[in-house]
């Protein structure tokens, strides 16, 4: 395998897609695609990272109530995905113009997506500036899963059915290949 050393910027692929609401302090919700850096970082207390350009309207939205929610689209919902990912809510509604339904979230004022399977509740804990974007980091208070994607207690993946990024491309994802541990001791 020859490696050619590579001046890349995003040289961790693939990486989950994330549509995240937030609200104006009048009361106004707004949604951000998210992609290029969205993750989770710590299991417990659950703990979800995302670096939002300073530029973005949805920077100003979290920073100025400290709250959030993820929710996690399906492949179908790509065209949205893409859409809300290049304009701005300072100029559109989005949730008008796709036709999302914003839902009543119970801890936190930024609506959920009633579309999206996976909704988790967030509070913004730190924001740290990193080059030029800002890393926040939240910590979830609620996660809401669509009963139809869980398969004995588990998010079943074709249900779900996520999208991931890799360098400008949505890709759905593969097949299921092995299950953590099914190595352990069989090496
Ligand atoms: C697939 C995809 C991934 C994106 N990932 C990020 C990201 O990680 N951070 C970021 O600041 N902007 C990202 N963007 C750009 C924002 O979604 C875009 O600038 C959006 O229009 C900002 O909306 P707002 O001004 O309403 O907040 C991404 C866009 C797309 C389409």
Redesign the pocket.
């Known amino acids: 395998m020859m490696k050619r050393s590579w001046v890349l910027s995003r040289p961790l692929y693939p990486?989950p897609?994330a549509l995240i609401t937030?609200i104006s302090p009048e009361g106004k919700p707004?949604?951000?695609?998210?992609?290029?850096?969205?993750m989770p970082c710590v299991r417990d207390p659950l703990t979800i990272g995302?670096?939002?350009?300073p530029?973005?309207?949805?920077?100003?939205?979290i920073r100025a109530t400290g709250e959030f929610v993820v929710n996690i689209p399906t492949d179908d919902m790509v065209r949205i995905?893409?859409y809300?990912?290049?304009?701005?809510?300072?100029?559109?509604d989005?949730f008008k113009m796709t036709g999302l339904t914003p839902e009543v979230a119970v801890k936190v004022k930024p609506p959920m997506i009633k579309e999206c399977p996976v909704s988790i509740e967030c509070r913004l804990k730190q924001v740290t500036p990193i080059g030029y974007?800002d890393f926040f980091m939240g910590e979830g208070l609620a996660v809401h899963v669509d009963e139809t994607i869980l398969n004995e207690n588990k998010i079943d993946m074709n249900k779900a059915k996520p999208l991931v990024?890799n360098l400008?491309e949505?890709w759905t994802c593969g097949t299921l290949i092995g299950k953590h541990g099914f190595t352990h001791g069989k090496f």
């Open positions: 990486t897609v937030s707004n949604i951000i695609t998210l992609a290029e850096v969205f995302l670096a939002i350009n530029t973005r309207y949805s920077n100003s939205l995905v893409d809300c990912g290049t304009v701005s809510g300072r100029d559109v989005k974007h990024y400008g949505y």
